[in-house]
């Protein structure tokens, strides 16, 4: 089984909300990923946890917070977004983080729209 | 430097062969990897090669890497109106962690 589920798949959401994505997986993989992907481009990097850590943030804006509660989920909070947010937000896991080479497994993603 | 490419289009008539090309700059990189991306979807994980490998094949995909000029080739036989995505490579590289340096995609169309 290499699937990764995330929720909601579509979200709307004005300038003044708060709202979270979640990403699951169970293949007991110890590294999962946050992406972002604007239509017909390839994903950006937005935080790497490895162990349940934050171990890269590529200097993503403070309006986006992520949290690993557990090695099997990983959210995103979203607050005060901009429209330029509007993407697709996609998760992902590997087995571990470095030291070769660990295949990134992808979720379908979240369409977010932010009006 | 960091630096994968990848031509924007390609066109092809069902049950031809597809060929999907890609060129990378960095010479410590060490996995390459092709995804594929449906409209509206996921990406989807299709292989992967390390980099002293010449060849990898599964099924009707065929995967090919020329180490001395960094092209990388994904062939895709007898190929089906199912194969119709944006084809992404991409390579990790110990330098950088191992996180993924992509290319920009390919769309493969297919004609009937």
């Known amino acids: 089984d290499t699937e990764v589920t995330q929720t909601p798949k579509h979200l709307v959401m004005g300038m003044t909300n708060k709202k979270s994505l979640k990403c699951e997986q169970h293949m007991g993989h110890r590294a999962m990923y946050w992406y972002k992907q604007k239509a017909k481009k390839p994903p950006e990097l937005m935080f790497v946890y490895s162990y349940e850590k934050l171990s890269i943030n590529e200097s993503v804006p403070s309006r986006f917070s992520p949290e690993c509660p557990n090695s099997s989920l990983l959210n995103l909070h979203l607050h005060a977004l901009q429209p330029e947010d509007s993407a697709l937000y996609l998760c992902a896991s590997s087995l571990n983080l470095g030291q070769g080479t660990y295949e990134q497994y992808f979720g379908p993603g979240t369409r977010l729209t932010v009006t | ?112």
């Open chain 2, 1 to 112: 430097g960091e630096d994968v490419e990848q031509s924007l289009f390609l066109s092809v008539r069902e049950g031809d062969s597809s060929v999907i090309n890609c060129t990378y700059t960095d010479s410590s990189s060490t996995y390459l990897y092709w995804y594929k991306q449906e409209p509206g979807a996921g990406l989807q994980l299709l292989t992967y090669i390390f980099s002293n490998m010449d060849m990898k094949q599964d099924q009707r995909l065929t995967v090919l890497l020329n180490k001395k000029d960094k092209h990388l080739s994904l062939r895709i036989a007898d190929t089906q109106t199912g194969d119709s995505a944006i084809y992404f490579c991409a390579e990790s590289m110990q330098d950088s962690n191992y996180q993924l340096i992509w290319g920009a995609g390919t769309k493969l169309i297919i004609k009937p």
